[in-house]
């Protein structure tokens, strides 16, 4: 009922910079939080950032000072700004988002996963 979509992913070099957005679509009613997750082949999925419905922030330790993230409630978006790439960022990068439905059930879905590659 509810999909999400991600786009931004791709390879850049070391020090560089990318940013990730995610759009939900469907039968929205409200969202929650939204957040971004990475996960590398044979490791768990990780929270790289999370922001709430009011603007509240929380990242993982190891990003914090390079990364920020922020969303827009008119849109239903949700952006990841990532700065100062290093290789241990590379994973496939994973959108997630929660609310309610139009028909007030509720929704808890994740995107198909976008690719960052960071290139010593």
């Known amino acids: 009922q509810v999909q999400l979509v991600e786009s931004g992913g791709g390879l850049v070099q070391a020090g560089g910079s990318l940013r990730l957005s995610c759009a939900a679509s469907g039968s929205i009613f409200s969202i929650n939080s939204m957040g971004w997750y990475r996960q590398d082949p044979g490791k768990q999925r990780e929270l790289v950032a999370l922001?709430?419905?009011?603007?509240?922030?929380n990242y993982a330790d190891s990003v914090k000072g390079r990364f920020t993230i922020s969303r827009d409630n008119a849109k239903n978006t949700v952006y990841l700004q990532m700065n100062s790439l290093k290789p241990e960022d590379t994973a496939v990068y994973y959108c997630n988002s929660n609310g309610a439905t139009m028909t007030f059930s509720d929704f808890d879905s994740w995107g198909q996963g976008t690719q960052v590659t960071v290139s010593s």
């Open positions: 922001i709430t419905h009011d603007g509240i922030t």
